[in-house]
């Protein structure tokens, strides 16, 4: 079962930012957060991860509470383009038990 | 970098047959690759972890038989649908992850429809 709970949609006006909420209150300590989307009937893409500090791509923010128990990705000027469905997920980082089980993510739809 | 390539992007077989689908890491290599299964308007399912020289790991429910899987380079991992059947057509991805990084990369999904 996934890890994650997020809001199944979420709207956002083109040229605004889109922040997009996850709640992991249950990760332990050397679990990091991953993000991905999917564009319809394409593969997941990866759009950026961490492990406790904020961090910043050229795609996106990702600001992680200092509990770690909820993070938040940040698109700072989406486009039509960024309409996808978001998975955020949790997993250790490597080993066997380095595992990315998607939820049912949140669809993001920008809007004109 | 870090393109994961699917081959074919669809296919359409006959029921009885099977499929064999390419997943390509083209520019680095994978110790690990995934599969995964998405049925409409669900979310993607994994099915088995692909090691390079070693035997997949499958997820509970996954028939290891009926879905064989082989991981005989550090770029090159494949699926096969043995017996296809309709229920099997599905939409089905794979993912690389690089040696030394923690991000896995996906391939752009193989649609797969039996008749």
């Known amino acids: 079962d996934a890890k994650t709970t997020q809001p199944p949609s979420m709207d956002c006006a083109e040229g605004r930012a889109a922040n997009l909420p996850c709640n992991h209150s249950?990760?332990?300590?050397?679990?990091?957060v991953y993000w991905y989307r999917q564009i319809h009937s394409q593969g997941p893409q990866y759009i950026i991860h961490g492990l406790k500090n904020n961090e910043t791509n050229e795609m996106a923010s990702l600001i992680i509470t200092e509990d770690r128990k909820s993070s938040t990705l940040i698109l700072p000027h989406a486009t039509l383009r960024d309409t996808a469905v978001y998975y955020c997920i949790v997993s250790e980082r490597g080993g066997s038990n380095y595992k990315l089980t998607f939820g049912k993510g949140t669809l993001l739809t920008v809007n004109p | 970098g870090a393109v994961v390539s699917q081959h074919p992007s669809w296919v359409i077989c006959k029921s009885g047959t099977s499929v064999k689908i390419e997943c390509r890491s083209l520019d680095f290599q994978a110790t690990t690759m995934f599969w995964y299964r998405q049925f409409p308007k669900q979310s993607l399912m994994l099915m088995a972890t692909?090691?390079?020289?070693?035997?997949?790991?499958?997820e509970q429910g996954v028939e290891k038989d009926k879905f064989l899987i082989n991981h005989a380079s550090l770029t090159l991992s494949t699926l096969t649908v043995t017996s296809a059947h309709p229920e099997d057509s599905s939409f089905y991805i794979c993912?690389?992850?690089?040696?030394?990084?923690?991000?896995?990369?996906f391939g752009q999904g193989t649609r797969l429809t039996v008749v």
């Open positions: 993912s690389a992850r690089r040696i030394g990084f923690t991000e896995a990369f």
């Open positions: 249950t990760i332990s300590g050397n679990e990091y």
């Open positions: 692909s090691n390079e020289g070693s035997k997949a790991t499958y």
